[in-house]
């Protein structure tokens, strides 16, 4: 169990640094595409090799926050999170960026795989981005938003999809980890154990959201906690807290599998 310590972290919490284009961003009707080196390609073949899928199922471990089962249709999801710094190793790196296909970007003023130049550190200054995933009603896209005002960065085509062509059946906030068999599992969120209700320390995503079967963004009350390691990684779920309404905490530091 956790205790409560008092909301401190108002004053101490800055929206992370922006990352659009800084001159404004590529001509009307184009968009910005990060250059690959020689060097990113073997690299990326070298932590991406493809592997079986219950290799993936064995060594990925999750710690989240997620609506319960047979509760509802959803139509999206969002939070506002504390942006961390995880260090991970080879093979601890994964298509999650624009190597991976099928993504369309629409803006051209705010590129994929951006850098963040300020995040969190445990105890200091903490850094929030907002992030929201949305489906449209009328052709069933998936759109991702970003920033306080929800812009539309670009979205994934329902097309690609088998489990979501047509609303999600629960969603889930919180982390995943992954590092093959054997190996040191990475840290999560901000690499600390939760002992406390305590966002200074903790990596954490607040004011939850789902967006409904009519597509209304509404809180997500029907939720409970999982984690498949928790000797490692563990997720607490704190609803009414504060000015932080529906709170998340996630995390825990690196480990050796025994």
């Not at 595409?33 to 064995?58: G, H, Q, W």
């Not at 047979?70 to 190793?89: D, R, Y």
Request: with cysteine; net charge positive; aromatic share 12%.
């Amino acid at each position: 169990m956790f205790r409560r310590k008092r909301d401190q972290v108002r004053s101490n919490v800055r929206e992370s640094v922006h990352i659009g284009l800084k001159d404004g961003g590529c001509p009307f009707g184009t968009v910005p595409i990060r250059r690959i080196t020689k060097e990113d390609l073997i690299k990326e073949r070298n932590v991406s090799k493809i592997r079986p899928l219950d290799e993936y199922a064995f060594a990925a471990h999750y710690a989240v926050v997620r609506t319960k089962r047979g509760t509802g249709k959803f139509n999206g999801a969002g939070a506002t999170l504390s942006l961390h710094n995880p260090q991970v190793s080879r093979g601890q790196s994964h298509c999650f960026n624009t190597r991976c296909p099928e993504f369309v970007l629409v803006r051209s003023d705010i590129p994929l795989d951006g850098i963040y130049e300020n995040t969190s550190k445990p105890g200091g200054q903490i850094y929030e981005i907002h992030r929201y995933i949305q489906r449209d009603l009328a052709n069933g896209n998936w759109w991702l938003l970003i920033g306080a005002n929800n812009i539309p960065i670009g979205f994934w085509p329902k097309r690609i999809f088998s489990d979501l062509t047509d609303s999600a059946s629960y969603v889930e906030w919180g982390g995943m980890v992954y590092s093959p068999p054997g190996t040191l599992t990475p840290a999560m969120g901000s690499g600390h154990y939760i002992g406390e209700l305590d966002t200074r320390n903790n990596a954490y995503l607040r004011n939850i959201e789902v967006f409904n079967d009519q597509g209304r963004n509404v809180d997500a009350y029907n939720t409970e906690t999982f984690a498949d390691f928790t000797a490692f990684y563990t997720a607490e779920d704190i609803k009414n807290f504060k000015s932080f309404r529906h709170l998340v905490l996630y995390g825990g530091p690196p480990q050796k599998f025994v």
